[in-house]
């Protein structure tokens, strides 16, 4: 299946935050190094300060990623829920469009859940077909009881093609 353009984009701005993260961090360790030297006490002289320096310049790291990675952690998440509630806002909506008979919106191309938004107006369009055989049907019968003259096969036929009508699956 093909991503669509934006998710590659936050992808993207995923893994460069992420590449970010670890240039910072491999700057903190080599910035925070002293230069060791030759001798023995040289030596431990220079990890005592890499020590003593290494935890606040990671604190300090951390408070400038910190943010930086949750915005755009934020961001990713209100991308995602907008491509998920979108839909699901134009499903309802559509239901309730349907509900008083209205004309129905397709979702956008490229929105997540059209297989679920594609089954959905399959049931309302089988439904609709339904109603409009069944309002035809009734219309027939109308016609006969008011001519008069009451045909009962007539009125019997259809009577069982409405029943026929009722029970037929949405599909």
């Known amino acids: 299946m093909k991503q669509p353009l934006p998710f590659l984009i936050l992808v993207r701005v995923l893994l460069a935050t992420a590449l970010l ?8 360790l080599f910035l925070g190094v002293e230069e060791g030297g030759d001798g023995y006490f040289e030596l431990i002289r220079a990890r005592g300060a890499t020590r003593a320096a290494l935890g606040p310049a990671l604190v300090v790291a951390a408070l400038v990623l ?52 594609n089954d959905v107006e399959q049931i309302l369009s089988s439904r609709d077909r ?36 009722l029970g037929e699956r949405a599909g």
Do not use: H, M, W
């Not at 961001?75 to 004309?103: D, Q, W």
């Not at 109603?131 to 045909?151: D, H, K, M, N």
């Open 21 to 28: 993260s670890g240039v910072v961090l491999v700057l903190v």
């Open 66 to 117: 910190l943010p930086l990675t949750a915005l755009i952690t934020g961001a990713a998440a209100l991308y995602g829920s907008f491509r998920i509630a979108g839909p699901l806002y134009r499903i309802r909506r559509n239901l309730e469009v349907a509900r008083k008979g209205g004309r129905r919106l397709p979702l956008r191309r490229g929105d997540r859940l059209q297989t679920l938004a």
């Open 130 to 165: 339904r109603l409009a055989e069944l309002e035809r049907l009734l219309g027939e019968a109308r016609a006969l009881c008011s001519e008069g003259e009451v045909i009962p096969d007539r009125l019997r036929e259809i009577l069982q093609r409405c029943e026929t009508v």
